[in-house]
């Protein structure tokens, strides 16, 4: 009440808070203390002498800057009532700390008076009203803390089970915002962080995965702007580990695990990060993710994969802005890949900032180093038809038919992805000019590929990294990359393992010379011939593969059929075993490419494969990832049954990744282990 306030209004505003009592359900002893303090108020403001000591004491107060106010003595016998004015005067924290210390002992009411239900009444009504306040100053966990504290009380009390049921409503309500709260704290803050993440999960639990829709409480529209929003607040090592344990029960999880594994790949100049995020995009086999994969197959130095995929996946829309950036195919997917980067995957963490730029990415000794150390593996010159062999290239699409994508990908309106991710679809304006990438480069700038692709020479491993750094330094741009003759291997062949003189030279070898067994590595072994292909053997009886717990021989005998299989087709011949029951789509589209590409120049090839040794390296009910050694002999014959260049003879070591789909297990993907 303001000290101007004349004695008429004193006396009519008490009045009027006598006669109208809480409704809530109090004592009769209650009320009546509350209306003989509420009189004992307008006795003291209504005698000016009294009055005055009173705002002399407030004045006081005030100017020592101490958190106290003036008041009534409040005799024993009605606090209760004492505490009941303060929640009606809008201090319903300090009315819950005071009535809730009130309830513990050795202050405790005895049980069944009506003290105890006078005081449990008022704990939970301060609760949710002190709740209320720290809400709309946006101290959410401190709210939910506090409706804890009042459920548990009055749960303690056994006594007021609406009060319970509205706290842990409300207590329920907070949950994004508690999330949001925690998470948006400093770094250093690891508890409260793990407490918001440990309620993220909670979250995402409910609803059934993160594309679920089992909350009620918490629609998809709803979920997808929060989530948008607390993505910025998280760590990319966060959102890595977040999102793997989401991905058994969630593709769009296992999307942005790679997404993340991809960005932090990037980032750190970490090749093998970028390589299990293809690994993860690999096992989804769905179509829209084929230009994405081009992208990866680029960071990994897997140049030939990553034009035939993006020629083949991407959309006309994104071909037509691919075309303004550059007439040169792989300066298209350089543009693209670019474009990704600096878009859908470098930006949304909050400990990550990096720029899109693919010179300094390639030219990073790191990743130089990584790309050195891979094995050699040629493929066919061809490069519109044949994958890389490097790379397991059958990667496929992302949703198919009947089922909704929720990514927004290569320029593709869809829903989900864009719209929790907050980015827009890739070649959106973006209030930039439609042909460059961000409005400001200039023609050649946009055709610039790192220089290291330039040419895509054959060069001893020893020499790699130089090779690199030169590169970059004095060309920058795509210069060199067409000007290989036709039928030259694409990789250096490994240092000593050349030609029969030694050479790094390597002629030219198919895709299917290439990193996966049955298809070879492309690291000659000397002038060795590979042996005439003789009949594929039966296929064994245990395929197709349908235990629920493949063993290794399982898994070893799947593999040697599929390898079988696989060099029968590309002998021109009939596979004695079914390929669907082998292989997922995109392994076989691969293989299907590769015989295309034979067929235009009337080859064939004769290969013979064996695994020497095979381990599990990981096994759940739907997934088994397995390492093997494999020895390859292969040659590549003309149409006159005459040998095509130099025989392969060599020994790889390659992980695969198998995948049940109904009660069946096939090959997914497949990837070189150093």
């Known amino acids: 009440m303001s000290p101007n306030t004349d004695l008429q209004s004193v006396l009519r505003v008490s009045e009027q808070r006598i006669d109208r009592p809480p409704e809530q359900g109090f004592t009769l002893d209650t009320l009546q203390a509350r209306a003989e303090l509420l009189r004992s108020s307008a006795d003291l403001l209504t005698d000016p002498v009294r009055r005055s000591h009173y705002e002399s004491e407030l004045t006081a107060l005030s100017a020592s800057g101490e958190s106290l106010l003036a008041a009534l003595d409040v005799p024993a016998s009605k606090d209760v009532a004492g505490l009941l004015l303060l929640l009606e005067a809008g201090l319903p924290i300090d009315c819950f700390e005071l009535t809730s210390r009130a309830l513990q002992p050795p202050q405790a009411p005895a049980l069944g008076s009506g003290r105890e239900a006078d005081l449990s009444l008022l704990a939970g009504l301060a609760c949710l009203e002190a709740a209320s306040e720290l809400r709309q100053e946006r101290r959410y966990e ?72 089992g909350d009620p409480d918490f629609s998809a529209e709803e979920f997808q702007a929060f989530f948008r929003q607390i993505r910025a607040y998280l760590t990319v090592q966060e959102q890595i580990d977040l999102f793997e344990r989401w991905a058994p029960q969630s593709a ?61 996946a991407a959309s006309e829309e994104l071909k037509q802005w691919a075309a303004r950036q550059s007439d040169d195919p792989l300066a298209q997917v350089c543009a693209y890949c670019r474009d990704w980067l600096a878009r859908d995957v470098l930006p949304g963490y909050r400990d990550l900032e990096a720029d899109a730029d693919l010179e300094a990415y390639f030219a990073d000794r790191d ?11 040629p493929v066919a ?30 320029g593709a309106a869809l829903p989900g992805a864009q719209a929790l991710l907050g980015f827009g679809p890739l070649g959106e304006d973006n209030g930039d000019s439609d042909d460059s990438l961000d409005g400001a480069e200039d023609a050649e700038e946009q055709q610039a590929v790192p220089g290291w692709m330039a040419g895509r020479w ?50 030219e070898q198919s895709g299917a010379a290439n990193g996966e067994a049955a298809s070879g590595d492309g690291a000659t072994g000397g002038a060795v011939p590979a042996p005439p292909a003789t009949p594929a053997p ?29 060099s029968a087709v590309l002998a021109g011949e009939e596979p004695k075993a079914k390929l669907d029951d082998l292989a997922q789509d995109g392994q076989l ?86």
């Open 142 to 213: 401190a709210a939910a803390q506090v409706l804890g504290q009042g459920s548990q009380l009055l749960q303690r009390m056994g006594q007021h089970g609406e009060l319970r049921q509205r706290m842990a409503s409300q207590r329920r309500t907070l949950r994004p915002y508690r999330v949001l709260d925690l998470l948006s704290r400093d770094l250093g803050s690891t508890q409260e962080r793990s407490d918001g993440l440990a309620l993220l999960e909670e979250l995402v639990a409910e609803r059934g995965g993160l594309d679920g829709h």
């Open 252 to 312: 769009y999880a296992d999307f942005l695990a790679a997404t993340a594994l991809t960005a932090l790949g990037f980032a750190q100049r970490k090749p093998e990060r970028i390589a299990a995020a293809r690994s993860r995009l690999l096992v989804l086999d769905k179509p829209e993710l084929q230009p994405l994969l081009a992208c990866l197959n680029l960071l990994l130095g897997q140049v030939d994969s990553a034009e035939f995929q993006f020629a083949e």
């Open 367 to 377: 990743v130089q180093a990584y790309l050195d150390s891979l094995q050699p593996s």
């Open 381 to 410: 010159a061809t490069a519109a038809t044949t994958f890389s062999p490097d790379s397991p290239a059958g990667s496929q699409p992302l949703f198919g038919a009947g089922l909704r994508s929720p990514f927004a990908l290569a």
């Open 458 to 507: 054959r060069r001893p491993a020893l020499l790699l990294a130089a090779a690199l750094a030169a590169a970059l330094v004095a060309l920058g741009l795509v210069t060199l990359l067409r000007s290989r003759p036709a039928g030259v291997g694409v990789e250096p062949a490994a240092e000593g393992t050349g030609g029969s003189n030694g050479s790094p030279e390597a002629p």
């Open 538 to 566: 039966a296929p064994p009886a245990a395929i197709p593969l349908r235990s629920d717990e493949p063993s290794p021989t399982e898994i070893q005998t799947l593999l040697e059929t599929w390898l079988t299989a696989k």
């Open 589 to 674: 589209r691969q293989l299907q490419a590769e015989r295309r590409s034979d067929q235009a120049r009337n080859h064939t090839q004769r290969i013979d494969t064996s695994v020497e040794n095979l381990r599990l390296e990981a096994s759940t009910p739907q997934r088994v990832t397995a390492v093997a050694s494999i020895r390859y002999r292969g040659e590549r014959r003309d149409s006159q049954g005459q040998a095509v260049g130099e025989a392969s003879n060599l020994t790889l070591r390659n992980r695969y990744v198998f995948s049940r789909e109904g009660d069946t297990w096939r090959l997914v993907s497949f990837e070189r282990v150093n």
